[in-house]
C-alpha cells in the first residue's frame, strides 16, 4: 500500500513538473525552458545539416545529438503518458482510458511525430530529405509552452468551416481563371496557357497578386481578363485574414471572461486565499494574458464586487439606493 501511495505522489510530482513552471515550481520552470532550447537546437541542427558540406564534416557530432534528442523526447513523452492520469482533466478517468485518450490528443500526437522518423529509420530506408522535413515538425512541440500558439491552432479550429467555405471559392475563382486565361491565351502562348493545368499556375500567382513576370497575357482580352482576375484576387485574400482576425479578437474576449468568471467565484466566500492567488496566476500563463492586463481585469472586478456590496455604481461609484430608501434603513 505505501508502495502504491509512493508511486502516485511520484506520478503526481511528475505531471506537475512538466506542465509550465511557474513561481512556486522553479524545477519545473528550469525543466520546461531546457526542453525549449533542445526543440530549438534541434531545428538549428536540421537546418545546418541541409548544407552538405557541414554534414560530411560534422556526420558524427550531427548523428549523437539527434540520439541524445530523441533519448530526451522518448523519455518526456512516456513520462507524460504515463503521469497524465494525475492531470485535473484525467482524474475523473480510469488509468487504461484516460492513457488511451491521452495519446490522441493534438499535443500527444506532436510528441509522437517528433521521434517517429528516427525510429522509422532505423528500420526502413528512407530519404535523409524527407526524414529531415519530418524533423522539423519537432518545431510544433513548442505550442504546449507559448499561448499565442495555442491561441492560433485555437481560432483556427474554431473558423474552421468558414476558412474552408473560403478555400472552396479560392479554389473555384482558381479553376475559372485558369479556364478564361487558356481560351484567351492558349493559342498565342502555348507554351504557358496552351492547357488549363499549365494557366493554373499563372492563376495561382495573379489571384495572390504575387505576380512573378514568368507567364503574363500578351492579347488585349488577356490582359483585361488578367487585371480583373488581379482585383478579385485582392479581395479573396483578405477574407482568410479577415475571419482570423475576428477570430482572435473573439478569443481574447473569451479569455478575458473565463479570467473574470474565476475571480467572480473566487470572491463569491468574500475572502481571496493563498491557493486562489496562485490558481489565478496559472490561469493567467495558461490563458497567455499580460499580468498588467490580469491586474486590470481583477482591479476591475474586485470594484464591481465592492460596489454591488455597498450599493454603489461600478463604473462611477454613486449610490444606486435613493434617498427616502436610505432614510427608510437608517430609521
Known amino acids: 500500500m505505501q508502495k502504491i501511495n509512493q508511486e502516485m505522489s511520484l506520478r503526481k510530482k511528475m505531471a506537475q513538473l512538466l506542465e509550465r513552471g511557474s513561481a512556486e515550481n522553479r524545477i519545473g520552470h528550469w525543466v520546461n525552458i531546457a526542453l525549449i532550447v533542445m526543440i530549438l537546437l534541434n531545428v538549428l541542427s536540421v537546418i545546418l545539416e541541409s548544407e552538405k558540406m557541414l554534414l560530411d564534416i560534422y556526420y558524427e557530432e550531427f548523428w549523437y545529438f539527434e540520439v541524445f534528442s530523441v533519448a530526451v523526447f522518448t523519455g518526456e513523452y512516456f513520462i507524460r503518458l504515463w503521469s497524465c492520469i494525475d492531470m485535473p482533466e484525467s482524474r475523473s478517468q480510469s488509468p487504461v482510458w484516460g492513457r488511451l485518450r491521452y495519446m490522441f490528443t493534438p ?63 479560392l479554389l473555384v475563382m482558381l479553376v475559372i481563371a485558369s479556364s478564361g486565361i487558356h481560351l484567351l491565351e492558349g493559342d498565342v502562348q502555348p507554351e504557358a496557357f496552351g492547357s488549363i493545368p499549365r494557366a493554373m499556375w499563372w492563376a495561382i500567382i495573379t489571384l495572390s497578386t504575387v505576380g512573378y513576370g514568368d507567364a503574363v497575357p500578351i492579347t488585349s482580352m488577356g490582359k483585361i481578363f488578367g487585371g480583373a482576375i488581379s482585383l478579385i484576387g485582392i479581395g479573396m ?16 474576449k473569451q479569455r478575458k471572461q473565463k479570467y473574470n468568471t474565476f475571480i467572480k467565484h473566487a470572491l463569491s466566500d468574500g475572502k481571496f486565499d493563498q491557493q486562489e492567488r496562485w490558481e489565478l496566476e496559472e490561469l493567467r500563463k495558461q490563458l497567455g494574458l499580460q499580468p498588467d492586463e490580469a491586474l486590470h481585469l481583477l482591479d476591475n472586478m474586485f470594484r464591481k464586487v465592492n460596489s454591488q456590496t455597498l450599493g454603489q455604481c461600478p463604473h462611477c461609484g454613486k449610490s444606486l439606493v435613493s434617498q427616502p430608501e436610505k432614510s427608510k434603513k437608517t430609521d
Do not use: C, W
Not at 521521434?115 to 519530418?134: N, Q, S
Not at 485574400?237 to 481574447?252: E, S, V
Open 237 to 252: 485574400f483578405a477574407l482568410p485574414a479577415a475571419i482570423l482576425a475576428n477570430g482572435f479578437a473573439q478569443n481574447l
Open 107 to 169: 499535443l500527444a500526437i506532436i510528441d509522437m511525430v517528433a521521434i517517429l522518423p528516427f525510429y522509422l529509420g532505423l528500420y526502413f530506408t528512407i530519404d535523409l530529405r524527407f526524414l529531415r522535413v519530418l524533423r522539423l515538425l519537432r518545431l510544433f512541440k513548442l505550442t504546449r509552452y507559448s499561448p499565442a500558439l495555442n491561441a492560433l491552432l485555437d481560432v483556427i479550429r474554431k473558423e474552421s468551416h468558414a476558412l474552408i467555405a473560403v478555400f472552396m471559392v
